[in-house]
Nanobody, 119 residues
Framework: QVQLVESGGGLVQAGGSLRLSCAAS????????MNWYRQAPGKQRELVAS???????NYADSVKGRFTISRDNAKDTVYLQMNSLKPEDTAVYYC?????????????WGQGTQVTVSS
């Protein structure tokens, strides 16, 4: 019943910007933290950004100052604004709802959206 629908991925030139969106259903969105992960070919999936229900955020060092995670509780949507994109940002990006017992029994993941940054 939990669904995460991502959009906004694509091909962008280095230095450009892109905004990813993840629309959630099946959860009480405003009560949950939300995460963005990414996975590049041959690399481990890594946590990029997190936002708590109260709005506090955390970022991987590699994206700090360039990426911004935000949420719109009225739209049940979390965003990842990506600025000053680099080729090393190329990856499949995944939206994630972390486990929060007893309300969220396990982690949930979006389908992933490809972000490709050209040199």
């Amino acid at each position: 019943q939990v669904q995460l629908v991502e959009s906004g991925g694509g091909l962008v030139q280095a230095g450009g910007s892109l905004r990813l969106s993840c629309a959630a259903s099946g959860i009480i969105f405003s009560s949950n933290a939300m995460n963005w992960y990414r996975q590049a070919p041959g690399k481990q999936r890594e946590l990029v950004a997190s936002i708590r229900s109260g709005g506090s955020t955390n970022y991987a060092d590699s994206v700090k100052g360039r990426f911004t995670i935000s949420r719109d509780n009225a739209k049940d949507t979390v965003y990842l604004q990506m600025n000053s994109l680099k080729p090393e940002d190329t990856a499949v990006y995944y939206c994630n709802v972390p486990r929060r017992l007893p309300f969220v029994a396990r982690d949930y993941w979006g389908q992933g959206t490809q972000v490709t940054v050209s040199s």
